[in-house]
């Protein structure tokens, strides 16, 4: 089983539309959770970090559930400029040495 | 916000060359730096970690006399790939940690390698 899971995609969807993507983790030891997006051919950029309580920003909103062991993303009212490829990542503490990447989410909104 | 410069974005070279890539954290010290690949609609993969002042930590099945990494100074790490060969092509990416807010990775831009 590989350690961090996501639904690969792609998700085709239209504007506005509400699109969720969840992720599932192995490591029951697990301490940091975060969501990145990448757009083709160029670096990660952290989209927001995951906490318990969950957390939102803006048209964003991220949950963790320890127990089950996943972590979710939501995006409401998607632009067409959201279109990228949605990586969770997971890490055994807060270095990076130990930050695990999922394979990735690729999200296309269309017109 | 912090950034990180990575360079060349783009290499291209023939078989048997060596390529250096250069990352370089702008406005933060970074003790720590990582250096990752990532093949065509795959994540990224951790291919070591590199310590300023001391010996690069490589991953399993990453050969270190190939990439060799040299982290000199708090805000520049290199990596070289030696006498590279088309299986090597890839992108390269590289991050690093602020000393004062480890949390956080940030990324550099990436090096897009093809080796002919």
């Known amino acids: 089983r590989k350690e961090v899971e996501q639904d690969p995609g792609p998700f085709n969807v239209p504007e506005g539309a509400t699109v969720a993507f969840n992720c599932t983790y192995s490591?029951?030891?697990?301490?940091?959770f975060f969501w990145y997006r990448q757009d083709c051919r160029k670096e990660p950029k952290l989209l927001m970090s995951?906490?318990?309580s969950g957390n939102e920003d803006g048209r964003f909103t991220a949950q963790l559930n320890r127990a089950s062991q996943y972590i979710s993303l939501l995006i409401r009212d998607s632009k067409l400029s959201d279109s990228a490829t949605y990586l969770c990542?997971?890490?055994?503490?807060?270095?990076?040495?130990?930050?695990?990447f999922g394979p990735g989410t690729r999200l296309s909104v269309l017109p | 916000g912090a950034v990180v410069s990575q360079h060349p974005s783009r290499v291209i070279c023939k078989s048997g060359t060596s390529v250096k890539i250069e990352c370089r954290s702008l406005?933060?010290?970074?003790?720590?730096m990582f250096w990752y690949r990532q093949f065509p609609k795959k994540s990224l993969m951790l291919m070591a970690t590199?310590?300023?002042?001391?010996?690069?930590?490589?991953e399993q099945g990453v050969e270190k006399d190939k990439f060799l990494i040299n982290h000199a100074s708090l805000t520049l790490s290199t990596l070289t790939v030696t006498s590279a060969h088309p299986e090597d092509s890839s992108f390269y990416i590289c991050?690093?940690?602020?000393?004062?807010?480890?949390?956080?990775?940030?990324f550099g831009s990436g090096t897009q390698l093809s080796v002919l």
């Open positions: 406005d933060f010290q970074a003790t720590t």
């Open positions: 490591n029951s030891a697990s301490q940091s």
């Open positions: 990542v997971v890490g055994l503490d807060n270095y990076g040495q130990n930050f695990v």
């Open positions: 991050s690093a940690q602020n000393d004062r807010d480890n949390e956080k990775l940030f």
């Open positions: 995951v906490y318990s």
């Open positions: 590199s310590n300023e002042g001391s010996k690069a930590t490589y």
